[in-house]
């Protein structure tokens, strides 16, 4: 966490002890009832944040744990007259229960992302509405809370609600706070910006996915028992309409969905913007002048109040960065990888999708430290057999293992953390990270498994090893092809792998920049990596490999020295077709 | 709290006249049919813009309003308000995509922007014609075709007519016209259709101003179908996203459809077993479809 | 002596009100601090339709009142809030209008979710509260409360007797019924009260069907009512929901034999083609002997002008706004009397008084404060709603009409 990052937690700390203090000195109640309302949404619109703004998932169905929570409440108290504190437990873990199970057949299906997901969501809520509605849980009438009791935590009722408003707000801000700088913080930002790089990365997407789901639904759960005994009266109507799912969606875009802070203070300025014209004469106008603010703000400010905001301040902060202390690349570089490495072997592996074979039986093996060249015409299978070995796909027969561990199967992030890494043909880096973010995030989830400080030192030296280390804060639309290229290859070193899989990382690059790559794969392969490297260029080819394999068409057509196997006539036709003049 | 008795719905074992489900599958598909008319315009614009506007829904209304207006007051016919409307509406897309345009809005920054408009718009709905209900009662409101035992309202029926012929008209337009393509291109990859001369700016112009002029043209049948008051806009919320989705982005035809499969799935429900399950049938339809259908959108 | 006192004071306060009407412009104008009077209403959101005509009725009268002598001789300023449709917004503005704005006193909201949110506030302050549009009697338990919406308290068993008697009265009394509700808690709750009333009655119920408000497609709905063939529909319906089903029913070629709407939007029931002879309930009517109850002579132009002026499409005193009058009248009649602002002593004379309003003689000393069941069957003839039972009630010369 940065020393600003830690003043602005330490003001908001002593800020919400204040907020605390006030309950105790006993303000006038509509205070307390308008301050409890405006704690209610922070905590609402900040756990849905923590998947929907870190992640990406934008989910409409906010509505349904609040819900549940509510009618736990109502249902417990009212009916079985359990302890209101006491439900409140109940009211999280029935939300929390909830999410849990719909992630868990919804994360699993892949081309479930983006709308497919808001409206799964959504719909899910509508369900739920309506089992409620008609079964003995509400029935229609809904549930009367009058006669619960209160516990007294502070002199009135009122008092009492902004209490426990203000522990979860803050709880949850801080709750925010702390996912936000974590591992989980990081790979969920991560899947925001490319979920399946992520995941080769060796970020752990499902469970993350359903950490974030589980913790965020359970907090609205909560929420949504204090809000029951708030309103005292529990219908469906109320509580599954469209306001929930909607604001906290529009708070959180409006303060800025990927910053800890930012759905906080969009509640703030939405909720206190729902009473500024409450006022009898002028309710119409007033409800057009606060929308009219809001449209004003986010089209000026379209990344959010916080991000903004930030960024100003740090763009006059980042004159005077502070180098970061780099671990002697050098050091880095002649570090041994791991234990004594393992040669990667893929035996007899098919892949078809749909029609089209793109993989027939391919068998290779990399030896420890070997540099494997992989060659072949366009469409022979190269990168599918990276996407296969690296876990992107998974075979439909045949067998992938390093050493003695079977890979076959494995979802990508576990076999990243078994040693794998590889780079794509055309970068994919994480847009919203900086360039030393993006480095780090490989070392925080590949087999190197570094420590958010570490991984920070890591990024900085293989950066400097990459020789991007004046760019490490440069944003990846800042860099040009070259230093992406180069970028990915020290996000891919950073995991400290055991075999690295290269899909073409010198296609683009102009001829000067082709030596400085050509001599960067070197210094990896002096390291002990073994490297499988799929080039069109022949000179680099026959510069660097150790072997070469052909694949043309999914099979593996040659395998041998790349002498041998440039002047086989299969491959010769192959690429240049078959000779009908004899010379 | 249970109410006296609970609720005893006619025991589901008592096998409904084919009467009675044919009715109720004519009565799901036409009001599926405006379903498919409101989401529409939604998809294209969301489809190929990525603009989500909520926005649609408060113009769907205003339409209704001013036919309302138009019809109830000025006695004007409401196929002549549409033809007024139809192209006023045009033009206040284009001026919408303008202010989108200008300030680069981003797909969920528009989300904030068009709820903002439209609580505008139904502010001034409110303001111009109060908050009370308004009624457009014509000669033919309760007017119906007889098809056999079957009774098919003429007014709906014009709707899903309509829903039909715009939904095929704009698949075959965005299908075969250099327009079309040129924004299915723009918005599959903005950078390489421009490459190719595709004028992006000018094709999203177009595509908003035709959004909101089957905004327009759903909110005149509004007006002759439903009854008004402000807070309708917000009525047709989760249904018509609903719609646009199962039907997938900018995909004129499976809109219609999705309207149709939803208005369906609600009208059997409401027609065998007790009414108040319908959400949770077409719902539920929903989920499974877009959770076991392979390669789905 | 106490109650010859009190009885003097209802008189009294009768009397003041007679006074007043007649001779308004002759009296001295209100001075001194203003009585404040705090409310909210839906101005906006889904319940804003039918907020509009309370918010007439408590602006016609706040007005009357300060034209003549306003309360106890000091003028009268109604502050109102809107509470969006949202309890939870009603509740927080009702707690600002006690603590922040220190109000003297209050009045209820629209509709029962947000009264029963008021009514919390109004029990921990000890806050009179008189309201009009509550329809769960057995909901409001604090001892402090009035309604003027004057059920009685049990709804579920008088209204549905009330309107069965009705018809039994008529020439071809019907033998089968349909229910069709929406699950709005107070429609659900009397709707379900009426199943049991019309089976005890021996009348028969073929089809009874729970909807969820918000449904928008009747066309399965009113198949159903069709292929039932009932001798009359009970619809459980709120706002519109009424007038769509008949027009769905219309579409299908088909009107209900007789059919009765529980809590309808009456001013477009009445003015829509399809609300030929609709049957509803009603405390108050613009006809005799109704029109000479305390206040309606003013009041009825009154209203009819402002309503008007607003665009209201049906401009005419009915239940919903002789209801909010009466609660007026009530806070009205409680001060004048006991020359107090205070609630306690206000809800005591209150439990303990009759007052004669423009929907008749209300009592509050019933279970949960509630007195008599004042509602009368209507009925939509000529475009405009007629009382038609009890007799005694009728307008002159009126009757059920038969379909």
Known sequence: MSGHARRVAASLAVAALGLGALAGVGLPAFYESFLYLIFSWIALATSWAILSGYAGYFSFGHGAFFGAGMYTTATLAAVFGVPFLWTLLAAGAVAAALAAGVGAVIFRVKRLRGELFGLLTLAITFVLATIVLNTPIDGGPGVYLSGVPMPRLLASPTGTLYLLGLVLAVATVAAAHTIAHSRLGRGLYAIHDDEDVAEVEGVPTLRYKLVAFTVSAGIAGVAGGIHAMYVSYVTVGETFAITVPLYVVLMSVLGGARHWLGPAVGAVVIASSLYAFTGGQHAVLGRAVVALALILVILFLPEGVVPTVLRHWRSRARRSETAVAVRDPAAAVSAPSLVPADPLVCHDVWKAFGGIQALRGVSLSVAPGEILGLVGPNGSGKTTLINVISGHYAADRGRVALGSTSLTGRPAHEIAGRGMSRTYQIPRPFGHFTARENVALAATFGAARCSPGEARQEAQGWLEFTGLGSRATAFPHELNLHERKFLELARALAARPRVILLDEVLSGLNPSEITSAIGLIRAIHARGVAILFVEHLIRAVLELSDRVIVLNEGEVIASGSPQEVMRSDQVIEVYLGKPHVVA | ?297 | MLVRLLTLGTHGALAGLVLFALAGAALAAPSGPPIRIGGTLALTGPLAPTALLHKIAGEIYVEELNRGNGLLGRPVEWVLLDDQSKPDVTRSLYEKLITVDKVDLIIGPYATSGILAGMGVAQRYQKLYVHHSFGMPHLAKYEMHFPTAAFGPEPQRTMPTTVFEALAATTNPPKTIAIVTSKFPSAQYQSNGAREVAEKRGLKVVLYLEYEFGTRDWGSLAARVKDANPDVVWIGALGLDGNQMLEAMKKLDYTPPRHFHLFPAPGPLALAPDGKQALSVTVFEEHPPFTSNPGAAKLIPLFRERATKANVPYPYIETQVAGSLAAWQVLEAAVTATKSLDDKTLGQWLRKNRVDTIIGKLRFDGPNNYGDDLFKVKQVQDGKWVIVWPRESAAPGARLLPP
């Open chain 2, 1 to 297: 709290m249970g109410g006296l008795g609970g609720a005893r719905s006619p025991p589901s074992w008592l096998v409904p006249s084919a009467t009675l489900l044919g009715q109720s599958v004519v009565s799901g598909l036409l009001a599926g049919g405006l379903y498919g008319l409101l989401a529409l315009g939604l998809s294209l614009s969301w489809g190929l813009l990525r603009l989500v506007n909520l926005t649609h829904f408060a113009l769907a209304l205003l339409g209704a309003y001013l036919t309302y207006q138009l019809g109830h007051v000025l006695h004007v016919s409401p196929w002549l308000a549409a033809a007024a409307i139809v192209p006023a509406f045009f033009v206040l897309g284009v001026g919408l995509h303008a202010v989108f345009a200008y300030f680069r809005v981003a797909e969920f920054a528009s989300l904030l922007v068009t709820f903002g408009l439209a609580v505008i718009l139904e502010s001034v709905i409110q303001w111009f014609w109060t908050a009370d209900y308004r009624r457009y009662e014509t000669a033919y409101s309760t007017a119906s075709l007889r098809l056999g035992p079957l009774f098919v309202p003429t007014l709906e029926l014009l709707a899903c007519l309509t829903a039909a012929a715009l939904a095929f008209a704009t698949w075959a337009w965005l299908r075969w016209s250099y327009v079309g393509k040129a924004l299915r291109a723009s918005a599959e990859d903005p950078a390489i259709a421009a490459a190719f001369g595709v004028n992006h700016r000018a094709q999203a112009f177009l595509l908003s101003g035709v959004s909101a002029a089957y905004a327009g043209i759903a909110g005149v049948y509004i007006a002759l179908i439903a009854t008004l008051a402000p807070s309708q806009i917000w009525a047709w919320l989760g249904v018509v996203f609903a719609v646009v989705i199962i039907g997938g982005l900018a995909n004129p035809i499976g809109a219609l459809l999705a309207g149709f499969l939803i208005g369906v799935s609600e009208s059997l429900t409401m027609a065998l077993v007790t009414p108040a399950w319908a959400p949770l049938v077409s719902f539920s339809i929903l989920i499974v479809i877009l959770v076991l259908r392979p390669g789905r959108v």
